[in-house]
């Protein structure tokens, strides 16, 4: 059974940073494609950032600069630090697991989600 469990949601100020956490489990790890898609009141889910097996990076042009993603394959995590935050960013983020075809990531599994809250 694959779970994707995300941690470290919350309410932050703008400007502030926030680092999530993804821990996945049921499935081998090191060969999937790790993302974090997120989901705003109203707004179509948008992914905004991917890590390859091979580590390449992907961001959406509204984190670009501002969002790292990162991934620790011995303990299945996958992180995202989020720095310079606005209350566009405000969202439901959610932990993703997929593969990577043509250069583009099709994903399988979806955490629960976290909530993080930007106030102005």
């Known amino acids: 059974q694959v779970q994707l469990v995300e941690s470290g949601g919350g309410l932050v100020q703008a400007g502030g940073s926030l680092i999530l956490s993804c821990a996945a489990s049921g499935i081998t790890f090191s060969i999937y494609t790790m993302g974090w898609s997120r989901q705003a009141p109203g707004k179509q889910r948008e992914l905004v950032a991917s890590?390859?097996?091979?580590?390449?990076?992907n961001y959406a042009d509204s984190v670009k600069g501002r969002f790292t993603i990162s991934r620790d394959n011995a303990k299945s995590i996958v992180s995202l630090q989020m720095n310079s935050l606005t209350p566009e960013d405000t969202a439901v983020y959610y932990c993703?697991?997929?593969?990577?075809?043509?250069?583009?990531?099709?994903?399988?599994?979806w955490g629960q989600g976290t909530q993080v809250t930007v106030s102005s």
């Open positions: 993703n697991s997929g593969i990577t075809r043509s250069g583009r990531f099709n994903i399988n599994y």
């Open positions: 890590i390859t097996s091979g580590g390449n990076t």
